[in-house]
Nanobody, 127 residues
Framework: QVQLVESGGGLVQIGGSLRLSCAASGRTSGNYVLGWFRQAPGKEREFVAAITRLGNSKRYADSVKDRFTISRDVVKDTLYLQMNALRPEDTAVYYC????????????????????WGQGTQVTVSL
């Protein structure tokens, strides 16, 4: 079992920046995919970015590419999402998630591939 706790959300103006953190605890060893998803009011949860715990492979949604940066600190067992040039359409609850450890790790954007989820943190971008 892996427990995930997000932090760092808040209210920011258009063009501003925020950094989200996700602290992992429990059985965190091994290689697996860590990801960020978001869900805006009235919309389905969508993929934002993902990274492998080891190896540093990354993948981004087109909507956030070149604005958001995903990273992780293996020693601290913490996942980050640096969000720059924020837009009103980035307003959502942001969730971190993790897949099961595996010898063969492939980054996917499918929600069902992620087994462990945090409780979410609200990001609001104001006009």
């Amino acid at each position: 079992q892996v427990q995930l706790v997000e932090s760092g959300g808040g209210l920011v103006q258009i063009g501003g920046s925020l950094r989200l953190s996700c602290a992992a605890s429990g059985r965190t060893s091994g290689n697996y995919v860590l990801g960020w998803f978001r869900q805006a009011p009235g919309k389905e949860r969508e993929f934002v970015a993902a990274i492998t715990r080891l190896g540093n492979s990354k993948r981004y949604a087109d909507s956030v590419k070149d604005r958001f940066t995903i990273s992780r600190d293996v020693v601290k067992d913490t996942l980050y999402l640096q969000m720059n040039a924020l837009r009103p359409e980035d307003t959502a609850v942001y969730y971190c998630a993790a897949q099961e450890p595996s010898r063969t790790v492939v980054i996917t954007t499918t929600i069902g591939d992620y087994i462990y989820w945090g409780q979410g943190t609200q990001v609001t971008v104001s006009l």
